[in-house]
């Protein structure tokens, strides 16, 4: 059994371990962004027991009609953890502001750890980039990492493309056409808001699992989207 390489201690403090035993199923869940009932869509298809685990990769809140919904719904939920995505990063710090929140909902949010690993399972928002030691990544980086190019954002290559391991690492934050399923890499963030489809990975089972979405709430240029398929390596 590998362990994941360790983070400096300012982000392992951040960093939630997971022991893989206590759970039967595992299920790991693309960017939300306040879209309740294709969560529960989503979770209806899944249907996990109080026995299996339920992983988000962050971003739970923004852009989408139900921020207060999601965030009750998997605070309440013994079975379910999640991440702190850039979008929950934001609110902490002031810069985006959620009107249905709660004190409460806060207060979680603000406990919410950047990394959850398990065995050779690393679970973070925007992901790792390979061209920096571990221990130098700091929350921004596990945030908000996609393209190699300064600046690029939408710009290949992207993190995943160069990656090489030892982990794998499930991530969100870059929207895509269809999920990136790679040896050491798994994006899970398919437009859901933008009315694209919610995205599971049943870890158990090795295998992806989507919703399709009935409505879209927030427009995106085609730009803004990958397409993982079609980008060189």
Not at 1 to 17: G, K, L, V
Not at 93 to 101: A, H, P
Not at 113 to 126: C, K, R
Not at 169 to 195: I, M, S
């Amino acid at each position: 059994m590998s362990r994941t390489p360790r983070f400096n201690d300012s982000i392992e403090a951040q960093h939630q371990h997971v022991d893989v035993d206590a759970w039967d199923d595992i299920y790991i869940i693309g960017d939300i962004h306040g879209c309740l009932s294709e969560l529960e869509t989503l979770l209806n298809e899944l249907a996990p027991s109080e026995d299996d685990l339920v992983v988000f990769v962050g971003d739970l809140i923004r852009k989408g009609p139900n921020n207060h919904g999601v965030v009750d719904l998997v605070r309440s939920s013994p079975n379910m953890l999640s991440i702190r995505g850039n979008n929950e990063e934001k609110l902490l710090r002031g810069t985006k502001v959620v009107d249905d929140l709660t004190e409460e909902d806060l207060q979680w949010i603000r406990g919410l750890p950047v990394a959850i690993s398990w065995e050779d399972t690393l679970v973070v928002h925007g992901g790792i980039d390979p061209q920096m030691d571990r221990e130098d990544h700091t929350v921004d980086d596990l945030q908000n990492t996609r393209s190699l190019v300064p600046d690029g954002s939408y710009d290949p290559p992207f993190w995943w493309d160069k990656y090489e391991g030892p982990e794998r690492v499930f991530f969100g934050h870059t929207v895509l056409e269809a999920p990136v399923h790679r040896e050491y890499a798994v994006g899970l963030d398919t437009g859901c808001v933008y009315g694209g489809e919610l995205t599971a990975y049943d870890w158990r089972k090795g295998k992806l699992v989507s919703v399709g979405v009935d409505r879209t709430v927030q427009h995106r240029k085609d730009s803004k989207f990958i397409n993982p398929r079609s980008v060189p390596v």
